[in-house]
């Protein structure tokens, strides 16, 4: 298991890139994607899908990536048990249901 930071820095390494070349990639400087790939500064959403198509990897790959590291800190910020996992999965179904977009009806 590696975290978010971590799960970056491997990318970076095996895609050749130095700090500084991913960071230019994303619009960061080399210092700020350092304290990200060392879990001192959070990286903001709206860098995730330059952050994939500079790494070579699917944009969903990095959400998940990214999401799951969230998810998981908050977890363990407010000492939650494990009921909270099957808890976020059923109601990630229930969404998934609800948010379903209709399709368009020609006539």
Known sequence: ???????????????????????AKIGLDSGGLSKVENGKKELKETKLDLLAKALKVDSKEIKEQYLSEKFAE?????KCSETVFHLAEEKAKYYKTVKVKQG???F
């Open 1 to 23: 298991m590696e975290s978010f930071g971590d799960y970056i820095r491997r990318l970076r390494a095996e895609n050749g890139l130095n700090q500084t070349e991913l960071a």
């Open 74 to 78: 908050d977890c363990f910020k407010y």
């Open 104 to 106: 368009n009806l020609n």
